[in-house]
């Protein structure tokens, strides 16, 4: 990636890390006030509404970001489009809402989703200009409006949760960050839209496959939450919530801010087949060497970090975070493969990747569930990840020309070393000497001490690959370049 390239993802990860400070804090004051039942209730409908949206989802964000030339008529047609996807969206959560009562047989869904259909409606009228700042690498006023909307969530979410103690906070959490981004998304960017469709022809052609794409792709994401609401008790489907939430906090949210830069700065070798390549292997090394590790080592440290930080009345999120925090991890760096594919216009084949993604996803649940309950669905869930992973290396190679044997081997030091580091972290905790009491300060202190060990033993052993390997010219010695580059900035300033 080049210098711009850098220097935008720099603070767009900063902005997606601040942004996972705050969510990460939200959750651990929220925890203590809210029960898990609070949390089910509102995936219940968070899962319908989020599917709901998809069906309508224009992605009119990927294609005025992609289009060789824009002026303020697309912008315009993008604005009045989603305006009309607005409207309908509205009037479609509140009449399937009874539906969803009986379905769950929860009459408290109805006022939850009446409220989130509200939220829906101004997370669709965003400023469409936005766009540029994106296709651009502009990243300063996109770290402004995360970091506002993360703010004002936290605020509303917390201090409702803290005088009503029940479900609500959530949902009016949600609905005040929908209203700080419409606000400051205009802000950011002043726009004056009018109401036109006179370039809806330009617009319409890109974004077909990328919108059914991206629907086909939220069920695949929502259907263990549907499926789990539907088969286990409110309480259940808290406790899975969290876990996902947690998960998505660590990984999820950072890894995804990453791609927005890759995609953008992969269109500059889209014309270059070789170049692409070696571009989209350097980005898919580099994700996995950083982002790999860290999910390791969370889930093998599983149960002292839900114990620490949600305390034991979320006990029983552990194991949905020890699976969950591998998966998303797994699709995330997958989401390199689905970079390399939209930066070259191949939307279609994106879309049939997603479709054979659900069905495999479901029969894998199914299976899972059936012959090991609650656990076989995680184990289920897992399994589906690791088929994604394949599926995304294969779409990746339609357009690169790079065979899924190199790009599976590719960073193999990396998987190896993980894979030796997990048994004996897990292993460690049983150990009678890592019985330190109740005090936080001792938890957080033995919980630190693993996850730096962790790392260390994860750095050590790679490092050890790498040179029995001949020391190729590997991301391994990019990523020492870089450190060192860093060790040495910093000594020159400190004189």
Known sequence: MN???LRGAYLLVAGKGLSAVIGLASMLILARLLDPEDYGLVVLVEAVVTLL???????????LIHLPKVNDAHFSTAWT???IRAFALCLLVILIAPWLVEFYDEPRLLSIAYISSLSLFLGALLNPKLAILIRDLDFKKD???NVSQKIAGFVVTVAAAYYLRSYWALVLGTLATQICGFVVSYWCYPFKPSFTLSKVRDLWGYSVWLSLANFVKTLNIKQDQFLVGKMFSTETTGFYSMGTRLSSVLFTDTLGAALRVISPSLRAYTADKVELGKAYLHAQSLVTLVFLPLASVTSALAYPLIEFTLGNKWIEVTEVFRFLVLAVCLEAIGGVGLSVVVATLNTRLAFLRDLVSIVIRALCMGAGLYLGGFIGLLAGRALSSVIDLLLYFTIAGKVTGLHIRKQLFLSWRTWLACALVYPFLYWIQTWPVM???DSKLHQAAGL????LLGLLMQFVIQGLLWRVSGKPQSIEVVF???LKGKFKLQGQKSF
């Open 3 to 5: 210098a711009q390239s």
């Open 53 to 63: 949206a998809a069906v309508t989802e224009l992605q009119m964000t990927s294609v």
């Open 81 to 83: 489009l989603n305006l």
């Open 143 to 145: 770290f402004i409006l």
């Open 435 to 437: 019985e330190i009491g």
């Open 448 to 451: 630190f001490g693993l996850i």
């Open 480 to 482: 020492m370049a870089y």
